[in-house]
T-cell receptor
Framework: DSGVTQTPKHLITATGQRVTLRCSPRSGDLSVYWYQQSLDQGLQFLIQYYNGEERAKGNILERFSAQQFPDLHSELNLSSLELGDSALYFC?????????????FGDGTRLSIL | DAKTTQPNSMESNEEEPVHLPCNHSTISGTDYIHWYRQLPSQGPEYVIHGLTSNVNNRMASLAIAEDRKSSTLILHRATLRDAAVYYCILRDGGAQKLVFGQGTRLTINP
């Protein structure tokens, strides 16, 4: 058990809809990362938050947004969903964000767009 | 991001040691070498990381070449549970994110 909790585990929705994925980091971790894993793109970094503020951005679409709340949990919002957004979405957390610190991953949310 | 090269797949037998190689010839002095693995239907799992010296933890050992252009993850006694995709990742001093390549798919035979 990594200590990172992601909900829901599975999400099935239709094109054009909007969904929210939730992540609770490990106790004490200030940094949260979001990654997307699809069959054709592999694991890709989307965005990072540190103590409520955006720290780094990857290949995140404009239709996607995220935030980290004062209690340090994070939400990833995906809107105007397309078939290609079907993927596994992982959240990870670390104490801060420096390169000598490991990231701990949740078990992911599987998003299926019909 | 500095690039790593790993074999696409490897196979080993249960209870035998496994040596997973990683080449990173363009590594810079501040790059940490991280290893993660992903078991089927799970999120990536941190295994080990190091900078210059060899490292050991309860899961594995990391052997780093003297010139740091390659490293080897060592599983001392493989179990069926070690079957996974193993990722070798370089993180520079300022990097927040992990950049995953294709990794090595490790198969363990009973």
């Amino acid at each position: 058990d990594s200590g990172v909790t992601q909900t829901p585990k599975h999400l099935i929705t239709a094109t054009g809809q909007r969904v929210t994925l939730r992540c609770s980091p490990r106790s004490g971790d200030l940094s949260v990362y979001w990654y997307q894993q699809s069959l054709d793109q592999g694991l890709q970094f989307l965005i990072q938050y540190y103590n409520g503020e955006e720290r780094a951005k990857g290949n995140i679409l404009e239709r996607f947004s995220a935030q980290q709340f004062p209690d340090l949990h994070s939400e990833l919002n995906l809107s105007s969903l397309e078939l290609g957004d079907s993927a596994l979405y992982f959240c990870a957390s670390s104490v801060s964000g420096y390169s000598n610190q490991p990231q701990h991953f949740g078990d992911g949310t599987r998003l299926s767009i019909l | 991001d500095a690039k790593t090269t790993q074999p696409n797949s490897m196979e080993s037998n249960e209870e035998e040691p496994v040596h997973l190689p990683c080449n990173h010839s363009t590594i810079s002095g501040t790059d940490y070498i991280h290893w993660y693995r992903q078991l089927p239907s799970q999120g990536p799992e941190y295994v080990i990381h190091g900078l210059t010296s060899n490292v050991n933890n309860r899961m594995a050992s990391l052997a780093i070449a003297e010139d740091r252009k390659s490293s080897t993850l060592i599983l001392h006694r493989a179990t069926l549970r070690d079957a996974a995709v193993y990722y070798c990742i370089l993180r520079d001093g300022g990097a927040q994110k992990l950049v995953f390549g294709q990794g090595t798919r490790l198969t363990i035979n009973p």
